[in-house]
């Protein structure tokens, strides 16, 4: 995914909205270093799991379908991992590849200041979550798999803002406390997902730089 590393950081270079705070980066890097989690994939409960092909249809489905739950509080994650396995319980042709076809939620890029931006979010939790499901074997082998960056979704940068290691410009703030929707595509929008890779890059390099362990994009989500 190293157009999706080059790119985050031309963006975060050139931000207008998003400062990455390397004083923020520094601080919770020095915080994580000795303190990194060992993260499995929950194939219980709300998840689908049957060790096959099938479970690889439900992931590309649920990770397609993963984007953005805002503003409705009363839909969850979980709920559409749980509302998917349910379906696919109830058909096992509900996935189908002749269904699935004209699905285009993975392509997860977009043009800023005159320059193409690659993100990928949910083409990269697809990869994430079959390397997690199947514990690295099978369906779920890959051998590059540390080259996967932070998911740009919308909770990440609102962590990493309360962390310190991202500034916002008073406008975007104020987008942001008002409950305004920030629009797809927008330069906010765009500056708030590439800017949280870079300071995620910038934070697992300085933990490997500091400790020498390798840190894999699911540590800093889930810490």
């Known amino acids: 995914m190293e157009a999706v590393r080059a790119t985050s950081a031309w963006v975060a270079s050139r931000s207008s909205h998003v ?21 499995e994939w929950d194939f219980e409960g709300i998840h689908y799991f049957d060790g096959g092909p099938l479970t690889v249809q439900y992931l590309f489905v649920l990770d397609a ?41 993975f392509r997860d890029h977009t043009v800023y200041k005159g320059h193409q931006i ?22 779920g082998e890959f051998n ?5 960056t932070m998911f740009a979704d919308y909770i990440v940068p609102a962590v990493l803002e309360q962390l310190g290691v991202l500034k916002f410009s008073p406008s975007l703030a104020n987008m942001i406390e008002s409950n305004r929707e920030i629009s797809s595509g927008s330069e906010e929008e765009v500056e708030l997902r590439a800017c949280s890779v870079h300071a995620v890059e910038e934070i697992r390099e300085l933990i490997h730089r500091k400790s020498g ?8 989500i889930l810490q």
């Open 19 to 39: 400062t990455v705070d390397s004083s923020g980066v520094e601080k919770v890097a020095e915080r994580m270093k000795d303190s990194i989690p060992k993260v």
């Open 65 to 105: 379908l993963n984007f953005c739950f805002w503003p409705d509080k009363d839909m969850t994650y979980d709920h559409l991992a749980a509302g998917l396995k349910e379906a696919l319980q109830n058909d096992k042709s509900a996935f189908d590849a002749d269904r699935l076809q004209k699905y285009t939620g």
């Open 118 to 139: 690659f993100l990928y979010k949910r083409a990269q939790i697809f990869a994430a979550d079959l390397w997690g499901a199947f514990k690295g074997q099978g369906y």
């Open 144 to 148: 590059d798999i540390e080259s996967v």
């Open 213 to 220: 362990k390798q840190v894999i994009f699911y540590c800093f």
